[in-house]
């Protein structure tokens, strides 16, 4: 085995040919290898994550951790969200000291992480694997909110004042449910429009490419989210602290903001949180539905909404979610469908429809009106995490003249 690792050596070669795994284990291990010095070129505007990911890249030992991923999960990601972990848990190790998210962005010190990081690696190697071989890698991106506030002011356009019942799936812990209580900030080349609750200690924040904040001014603004239920495969309580703290390691602290913007939209939904039901986005989407109209009634407008879910499940079974929306439209006077997916993945939505413009998220409106389906609204693209939009709310009507 290698004797350099204890020492902080930031090259730790394969000992033998085929290594301590196999040839097979050897060759996986060169694969991990290279997608770490890969993340580290893409990212290397990112201080911590990309200097891990350049000594993970030249070191074996500690890259092999990845090797206990399950099939199609050895990602540098995983591997950067189990040590995230570690030291969120354990903010007393030296290893904590270079992360934003437990020291604070203006008290990370100059220098270099790998030593500490290393160590903490090799002294906690067996529960950093453990984690490794049963989780995966997951985004809750709280600033989302800001496609999905446009989305739903444009979803409610022509039923505005109607109360609404918010149903999403793929919720995971539910905080976009929450949007309506935080401040979404469209920031446009002329002023700034606040959607939701300005007053709110949750701050979410995008670029506004198209001045969509100037149309929906002149409009009749957000409906009131008067219900509210998610629904997901392994839904997260948010009091549960372990399984709160995964989605918090999944985060990139080397991003402002985003932790800080997590836990406090945490704090806010704790003091009412969301129902998340444990289901399946198709098969479960009736129940969900019911469970959102109980309080409201049945003239509540429901507005479905998926964000980086859909993408999950098998094309087939989105026609079949699309199926039964249809159906459920035929008992719900007014229905509508918000998705936030990356091109060709919503049903009804053409992904000629949209230029590509790097952002990867297609922000899309269906809508069933009693027995009527209207014409999708194709919004535009967006950041994944919802740093800038580019929607136009008139984009339908400019479609169709
Ligand atoms: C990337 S997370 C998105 C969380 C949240 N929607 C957001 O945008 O921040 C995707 C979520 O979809 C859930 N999911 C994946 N497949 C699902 C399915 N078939 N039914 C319900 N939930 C599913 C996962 O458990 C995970 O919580």
């Known amino acids: 085995m290698p004797t350099s690792f204890a020492s902080g050596s930031t090259a730790s070669p394969v000992p033998d040919e085929a290594g301590p795994h196999g040839r097979e284990g050897a060759d996986r291990l060169a694969r991990i290898q290279r997608r770490f010095a890969e993340f580290a070129a ?14 993970l890249a030249r070191d ?37 000291r270079w ?7 203006d008290a990370v010190p100059h220098g270099d992480p790998w030593p500490d ?18 989780h995966g890698t997951q985004t809750n991106e709280v600033n989302r909110a800001v496609y999905v ?41 002329e002023r700034t429009l606040t959607l939701c609750d300005p007053a709110s200690p949750v ?16 409009g009749p603004g957000l409906p009131p989210v008067v219900a509210r239920v998610g629904l997901d495969l392994s839904p997260v309580d948010l009091d549960d602290e372990d399984a709160v703290r995964w989605l918090e390691a999944c985060l990139w602290p080397d991003v402002p903001g985003r932790v800080e913007r997590f836990r406090s939209a945490r704090a806010l939904l704790r003091t009412d949180p969301p129902v998340v039901l444990a289901g399946d986005l198709v098969d479960d989407i009736d129940r969900a539905v019911r469970r959102a109209r109980e309080a409201p009634g049945p003239d509540a407008h429901v507005v479905v909404m998926s964000s980086w879910a859909l993408t999950y499940v098998a094309a087939p079974r989105r026609l079949e979610l699309e199926t039964r929306l249809r159906t459920l439209a035929r008992d719900v006077p007014a229905l509508s469908w918000l998705t936030a997916e990356p091109p060709g993945c919503a049903p009804g939505i053409a992904a000629d429809d949209v230029r590509e413009d790097g952002g990867g998220t297609v922000v899309a409106v269906r809508r069933w009106r009693g027995a009527r389906d209207l014409e999708p609204v194709v919004l535009g693209t967006c950041n994944p995490h919802g740093q800038w939009i580019d929607l136009n709310v008139g984009a339908r009507d400019n479609r169709t003249s």
């Open 42 to 55: 893409e990212y290397a505007a990112l201080p911590l994550y990309s200097t891990l990911c350049r000594h």
């Open 60 to 96: 074996a030992e500690a890259a092999s951790l990845l090797i206990a991923a399950r099939p199609g999960q050895a990602r540098p990601v995983l591997w950067l969200a189990a040590l995230h972990e570690l030291v969120l848990r354990r903010p007393d190790m030296p290893a904590a």
């Open 99 to 105: 992360y934003p998210s437990v020291v604070g962005h």
């Open 117 to 134: 990081v290393r160590r903490a690696v090799l002294e906690h190697r067996d529960e950093l694997v453990e984690r490794i071989a049963t």
């Open 149 to 189: 506030a446009v989305g739903l002011a444009v979803a409610a356009a022509d039923v505005a004042g109607t109360p609404v019942a918010l149903v999403e799936l793929g919720a995971s812990a539910g905080l976009l449910l929450g949007v309506d209580r935080y401040a979404v900030d469209l920031v446009g080349a």
């Open 203 to 218: 701050r979410c924040s995008g670029i506004d490419r198209a001045e969509v904040g100037a149309q929906l001014d002149a």
